[in-house]
């Protein structure tokens, strides 16, 4: 299997030019989930799946990927500021993998340096602060994901 995290927006862009695409805020907690039409290329928070135990992770995944039907998923990649890997980078690559693996929907990893940050200031700008902020941020984190994706796809194509 080629490494995912050697895949880009511009190889998604070859294969796919419209259909649903999902994304993933990968977290050891939670999983934030966005959702996009690849054709409009604007990016919605779905939902965050708060679930840190695998198994009851992916059957809320399956629900999702049978109820939407994506032709893509996008998981965000956790690196350091200066792009240096760490222990959660690994761990989001094998999620992607997995979600390969298990469901056949080519994946896509994108950087989501500072999307965490963006997505809290987004909240606290529409006046959603402080514990308010936690069942919405991973799945605006996701959303951001998305964005970034559809924005670098589009500028590529």
């Given at each position: 299997m080629p490494d995912l995290t050697e895949k880009t927006a511009s190889d998604a862009i070859n294969t796919i030019s419209s259909g649903t695409?999902?994304?993933?805020?990968?977290?050891?907690?939670?999983?934030?989930?966005a959702i996009g039409e690849y054709e409009l290329r604007l990016a919605h928070p779905l939902t965050t799946i708060d679930q840190a135990v695998t198994k009851p992770r992916f059957e809320k995944i399956?629900?999702?990927?049978?109820e939407w039907q994506?032709?893509?998923?996008?998981?965000?990649?956790?690196v350091h500021a200066d792009g240096a890997e760490h222990e959660i980078t690994?761990?989001?690559?094998r999620f992607a993998r997995r979600l390969e693996g298990r469901?056949?929907?080519p994946v896509v990893m994108e950087d989501e340096r500072y999307t965490t940050v963006i997505a809290r200031l987004t909240l606290e700008?529409?006046?959603i602060t402080g514990r308010k902020q936690r069942p919405m941020l991973d799945?605006?984190?996701?959303?951001?994901i998305l964005q970034t994706f559809f924005d670098s796809s589009y500028a590529a194509s």
């Open positions: 695409v999902l994304a993933f805020d990968f977290g050891m907690r939670r999983v934030g989930v399956a629900e999702l990927i049978r994506p032709v893509l998923l996008v998981v965000g990649l956790s690994r761990l989001c690559q469901f056949g929907i700008e529409v006046g799945q605006i984190a996701a959303q951001h």
